[in-house]
């Protein structure tokens, strides 16, 4: 799943983006020296590295991780817990984590995974297999099934226990709507309904952007997943669009690829999006969840469910009356077609490191935070979506939030992406081609030829074609 918004406003110039670099650099060494000690310096003490937001005013995370580091140490007399942040946009936080996890010296004891790159990670022998504790947790038995998959390898073991799941769907401005004439109850039945919308707002409300598809390499995973794939899987391919079960290979040369190619480039072409520099920014999530939506300068957003917890009290960009300003509605699949709406999912695992120094401490932390309670004050402060049963029954997890329902019930027609190990590298060839029509610099079909060679490269040949 995708990275949480932040609200620094990004730059306007690409003069700022070797700064941004500088930045990136000088962060992952001060995480690497942070860790340089190695997880196993204390037989007493948990070390647990998370992703932290970019933004200094959201603390979701941290304020929830100070609170289990309290209850733990609490309850484990004599134990520490040590909170490792990393502070990076996502592909930055894939990177750092990766580069932390080839070293006892630098390894944590606990880590947070994107469910995306657990199997690239399961692959490299970065993670342990967490199954022999998991037999004899009572409380694995209420997650559901399709979250348990989420962090199965191919080798049938488990690697991770999740922490929430996610969909998305279509935010709008009522305020926006409302000027351009278009109506408060909005539900698009095909993309050209949502195409037709932006452009009557293009046309009708000046100084706002009209829609925004998140795009190219900056954006990384959120780009793929809730830009492309959402686009991708409501095509007529959208059964297996990307990945082939039966010959267990990867599609290239798919109709439904070009159009879903050719949606973002008529964004970015009609200027339907935010400009072609804003973008490619990588902060560009936080900009939108920070300032364009809570602003009025946005009028569609394809995005994902856990939004509202930029606008939470505490956040820092408390906005109460965002659930009356703000309607939603499913993203439509192109044509209309059954089942008529589309939605992906994703989420987050607790992994525990190969070369983590005090594993058994680790996994007493998620126990900690896996309890009924605080997974349900986890879910309630992410905007997050359970995958525990008995949270999901809970009344007061399902009236906590304005869009909890919305975005729950869009679970029955949810898709997961390949959990393969070469799917990191597909997602980066799919951003590659989205940068290219985004740009201009590649026509439809020729961004869609590039990610055909780039497929049989990331998955050393295992295509087929469609």
């Not at 095509?235 to 109709?255: E, R, V």
Request: include cysteine; charged fraction near 20%; hydrophobic fraction near 35%.
């Amino acid at each position: 799943m995708p990275v949480r918004p932040t609200a620094a406003r990004p730059h306007r110039t690409a003069l700022l983006t070797p700064l941004v670099a500088l930045a990136a650099l000088s962060l992952a060494a001060t995480t690497l020296t942070a860790c340089s000690s190695g997880s196993g310096s204390s037989p007493d003490t948990v070390k647990i590295s998370f992703k932290q937001s970019t933004d200094n005013s959201i603390k979701v995370m941290d304020t929830y991780l100070a609170d289990m580091k309290k209850q733990f140490e609490k309850q484990y007399p004599g134990k520490k817990v040590e909170l490792v942040p990393i502070k990076a946009p996502d592909s930055e936080y894939y990177t750092k984590l990766q580069q932390m996890l080839r070293s006892p010296k630098t390894a944590p004891d606990l880590v947070y995974e994107d469910t995306f790159l657990i199997n690239s990670d399961i692959t490299s022998g970065y993670l342990k297999p967490l199954d022999s504790y998991l037999s004899k947790w009572p409380d694995w038995n209420q997650f559901i099934d399709t979250a348990k998959s989420a962090a199965k390898a191919e080798d049938g073991k488990t690697y991770g226990v999740p922490d929430g799941t996610d969909t998305r769907g279509l935010w709008f401005d009522k305020g926006i709507f409302k000027k351009a004439g278009l109506p408060a109850n909005w539900q698009p039945k095909t993309w050209d309904d949502v195409l037709a919308a932006a452009r009557t707002i293009k046309q009708k409300v000046p100084n706002v952007t009209p829609l925004n598809v998140y795009t190219g390499k900056p954006a990384g995973e959120a780009a793929t997943m809730q830009g492309f794939e959402m686009l991708l899987y409501g095509t007529n391919d959208g059964t297996t669009p990307l990945y082939d079960k039966s010959s267990k290979k990867w599609i290239a040369g798919s109709q439904g690829f070009k159009d879903a190619l050719s949606f973002v480039h008529t964004v970015y072409k009609d200027k339907l999006g935010p400009d072609v520099s804003d973008a490619l920014d990588p902060n560009i999530q936080t900009y939108v969840a920070g300032e364009l939506l809570p602003k009025g300068k946005l009028g569609i957003a394809l995005d994902g469910s856990w939004l509202p917890q930029a606008w939470l009290k505490g956040s820092g960009h408390e906005w109460p009356d965002w659930s009356k300003e703000l309607g939603l509605a499913y993203m439509p699949t192109q044509n209309g077609q059954a089942p008529g709406k589309v939605s992906m999912s994703g989420g987050w695992t607790w992994a525990i490191p190969t070369k983590a120094g005090n594993p058994d401490l680790a996994f007493d932390f998620i126990k900690t935070m896996q309890t009924k309670a605080n997974a349900e004050k986890w879910y309630i402060a992410n905007s997050g979506i359970s995958v525990r049963k008995d949270v999901a029954a809970d009344p007061a997890y399902a009236n906590a939030q304005p869009g909890i329902k919305f975005f729950t019930d869009l679970v029955a027609s949810t898709h997961y992406r390949p959990a393969y190990p070469a799917y990191p590298k597909v997602s980066t060839a799919i951003q590659e081609a989205m940068e290219g029509v985004t740009t201009g610099d590649m026509s439809v079909d020729k961004a869609a030829s590039s990610y055909d060679d780039e497929l049989k490269s990331a998955t050393d040949n295992q295509v087929t074609e469609k």
